[in-house]
């Protein structure tokens, strides 16, 4: 198995309601290392620029509104296969889909308010990772 690390946010439904120890431990339970942690405020323009693939998406502007509505976590999981780990811990992004068990089933309250963001690739995770830490914020 390869270690890698991956991208997660705890998202504003989820930190609202006090949550965030709840959703590490699942990351923890399943073997995975939370190597760096930041609690923040996204702005407008964080989010659009995160969400940027989205843009032209009917989603996009609701979904950046959202993002903004309340702090959230960003952090980065590191262990073996962290990214496909992560998004089996999350579940499906349509909680009605999500296995149960899963963040999404346990926790969201929607499709958009699902708790969770995860990377789905390598690429998407270094890229994520980036816009939110310096390489020096990263302690393994």
Not at 27 to 53: D, H, K, N, P, S
Not at 64 to 76: D, E, I, K, N, R
Not at 92 to 107: E, H
Request: charged share 25%; with cysteine.
């Amino acid at each position: 198995m390869a270690v890698e690390r991956t991208f997660s946010i705890i998202k504003p439904d989820a930190t609202r309601r006090n949550l965030t120890g709840k959703i590490n431990a699942r990351f923890e339970e399943a073997g995975l290392r939370i190597v760096a942690q930041r609690r923040i405020w996204m702005t407008r323009q964080q989010a659009e620029q995160f969400y940027a693939v989205h843009k032209e998406r009917p989603f996009f502007k609701d979904l950046c509104t959202f993002m903004t509505s309340g702090p959230v976590v960003v952090q980065v999981l590191e262990g073996d296969n962290a990214i496909a780990k992560n998004r089996e811990i999350m579940g499906a992004t349509n909680p009605a889909n999500a296995a149960p068990g899963t963040i999404r089933k346990d926790f969201a309250e929607s499709i958009e308010a699902n708790s969770a963001h995860g990377s789905d690739s390598p690429d998407n995770a270094a890229i994520e990772i980036a816009y939110f830490f310096a390489g020096a914020d990263i302690v393994g």
